[in-house]
């Protein structure tokens, strides 16, 4: 899916639009543990995954890794706060397994901005989808076992499942390398 076809869910885009849009974009491929953003920097640009996993974490009090989000193909990887509010991003942006991705800079952003009607309602809207399936699914972790976790992990996030290492995913599953190894054992058993 390209970034018109993936836009045009959400708002009807002219030919036009699809020109801009299409003239001032990049893209991009990562390597494995490459990083699109590091804690830190200010980010100047989004993408939008074609193909590839990344992960969004941070280090906790203790300096250990957290595993927050995971973003897959179809949808966009960029530090939402870092970009909208022009302040350096507290967690990391890292692919997980090669990557290719259309970038949209800042300049690129603007822009749009300007030029596409609804451009901004439209990733609000997309914005506010993200946030709901990243709240809906950690409410759904509340009050459940480390195996229903991961159970509700391979149904929400299967491609994720396959690729991901162990370490991220019982991160952000909240549990350890070792309880998540023995679900997947017994898991695999059945």
Known sequence: MTLTEFIGTYQTLTKEEKDLINKNITFRKFNAKEYFLESGNRSNEIGFILSGIFRYFFYDSNGKEITAHFMIEKEFVGSATSFFEYMPSSGSLQAITDCEIIVISRQSWELFCRDIKNWENSFQKI?????????????????????????????????????????????????????????????ASL
């Open 127 to 187: 914005l506010n989808e993200v946030l709901i399936k990243k709240t809906n699914f950690q409410r759904g972790l509340l009050n459940t076992d480390a195996k229903t976790a991961y159970l509700k992990f391979l149904n929400t996030y299967p491609n994720v499942a396959q690729k991901a290492p162990l370490n991220y995913i019982a991160s952000f599953l909240g549990i350890t390398p070792f309880s998540l190894s023995r679900i997947r054992k017994a898991i």
